[in-house]
T-cell receptor
Framework: DARVTQTPRHKVTEMGQEVTMRCQPI?????VFWYRQTMMQGLELLAY????????DSGMPKDRFSAEMPDATLATLKIQPSEPRDSAVYFC???????????????FGQGTRLTVV | GIQVEQSPPDLILQEGANSTLRCNFS?????LQWFHQNPWGQLINLFY???GTKQNGRLSATTVATERYSLLYISSSQTTDSGVYFC????????????FGTGTRLLVSP
């Protein structure tokens, strides 16, 4: 059963610590998204990659957040240093290659619930 | 970017009732997905529907891209339908990023 896998599922950390969240996209998917969900802002896009290259990270606070795809099977989202306002659920999603003008369906992982105290 | 409005924001139904959820968007789109976020927080794909009508069991969806709206129909609702329903349209081709609405929170009571 193909699925997007995110680790860890839950993370509690102290303010100032580094946090790394990992995502394994579905095999063969070449587009990876990072979203953040909070009560106040809802689901907002942080960054996304196509064929491991970053396409848009305008939604991400650059001073403390970084997103990378070291290889096609792993995407990472790092926060350094973490702050209480970073507490949220972070979702990763992946999508197979588009063909022609027809786009494809995105699938979401189960999320990482981050609490910064 | 695209603005997405979903209505109603909250909905309470008795089990067995039918409902229609609406999603309005501000610009032309090439892609639109409906998701159900269950009480455990998981985002479940319901429909990929940039245009036309699709049905899956008790659920169906219609997107009229030229008029910039999409509808999700839930018939004979069940308590397991409870959760938040999101629509997420996207523009462009090939590099589309989904923009999420604020969702419709549905509670189905027995």
């Amino acid at each position: 059963d193909a699925r997007v896998t995110q680790t860890p599922r839950h993370k509690v950390t102290e303010m100032g610590q580094e946090v790394t969240m990992r995502c394994q996209p579905i095999l063969g998917h070449n587009t990876v998204f990072w979203y953040r969900q909070t009560m106040m802002q809802g689901l907002e896009l942080l960054a996304y990659f196509r064929n491991r290259a970053p396409l848009d990270d305008s939604g991400m606070p650059k001073d403390r957040f970084s997103a990378e795809m070291p290889d096609a099977t792993l995407a990472t989202l790092k926060i350094q240093p973490s702050e209480p306002r970073d507490s949220a659920v972070y979702f990763c999603a992946s999508r197979p290659p588009a063909w022609g003008a027809k786009d494809t369906e995105a699938f979401f992982g189960q999320g990482t619930r981050l609490t910064v105290v | 970017g695209i603005q997405v409005e979903q209505s109603p924001p909250d909905l309470i139904l008795q089990e067995g009732a039918n409902s229609t959820l609406r999603c309005n968007f501000s610009d032309s789109v090439n892609n639109l997905q409906w998701f159900h976020q269950n009480p455990w927080g998981q985002l479940i794909n319901l429909f990929y529907i940039p245009s036309g009508t699709k049905q899956n069991g008790r659920l169906s969806a219609t997107t009229v891209a030229t008029e910039r709206y999409s509808l999700l129909y839930i018939s004979s609702s069940q308590t397991t339908d409870s959760g938040v329903y999101f629509c997420a349209p996207a523009r462009g081709t090939g590099f589309q990023k989904l923009v999420f609405g604020t969702g419709t929170r549905l509670l189905v009571s027995p």
